[in-house]
């Protein structure tokens, strides 16, 4: 499995919607990334294996009319027809939102069966270095009171908790701690990033953790 990072795509959100529906089921409302995908102040990315495929609903076929009907059934009949190409099969997402400076991680998730094998921390890792490059100053977080793994993992990397949201969330109103990395792009932050990225790849074999530069740019509209 080789793992690679990019931004969301059109074409990502069904399947980070399933992805997001199992992972929190309870939640309500779910999210509509079909918006997010128009909203400038939200950032989102992938784990993705380029060479697995998830092969696309099959249309309802309407049958063609005239010369260009006769083509497409030739082409059809003679075994010339270019087979779908599907979609890069999608393991796992994250996403902020960047606002004054700040980023403030909403979303990350990754396929039940796909857990435990360092794709939730190369996704943070990755959002980090996006909100690096977005030239935030921090980066904060909600994570359940109850969740003291990814607690510990985001204190790993350096986060510390400044606050408690009472009943923060809505499915069993529990609290929700505030997570919080300041100066990002300061030299300790950055030499313990390098420091994890290095043992992160080590262990689960990630060559490169980077997000093509042209991708960068915000989403374009549709």
Known sequence: MALNI????????????RIDREAFPTLWPPANYQRE????????IVAYDEEERV?????????????????SRLRRFFGNEPPSPGRQ???GFAGFWMMAGEAHIT????????????IGELLFIAIIDLAT???????????RASNTAAQSLYSKYGFTQVGVRRGYYTDNREDGVLMSLENITSAPVQANLK?????????????????AR?????PQET
């Not at 995908?37 to 989102?44: D, F, I, P, T």
């Not at 979303?107 to 360092?118: D, F, P, S, T």
């Not at 490059?133 to 994570?143: H, K």
């Open 6 to 17: 990019r931004l969301i795509r059109k074409e990502d959100v069904p399947q980070i919607t």
């Open 89 to 91: 099969h999608i393991f």
């Open 107 to 118: 979303n990350l998730a990754v396929w039940e069966k796909h857990r435990r094998q360092g």
């Open 133 to 143: 490059e977005l030239d935030a100053r921090f980066i904060t977080l909600e994570v």
């Open 214 to 218: 042209q991708q960068l740019e915000p």
């Open 37 to 44: 995908l128009q909203n400038r102040l939200a950032h989102y």
């Open 55 to 71: 092969e696309p609903p099959e249309p309802k076929a309407i049958p063609k009319k005239g010369f260009s009907g006769l083509v």
């Open 195 to 211: 420091r994890l990225k290095q043992a992160h790849s080590q262990k689960w074999g990630i060559a490169d953790y980077r997000l």
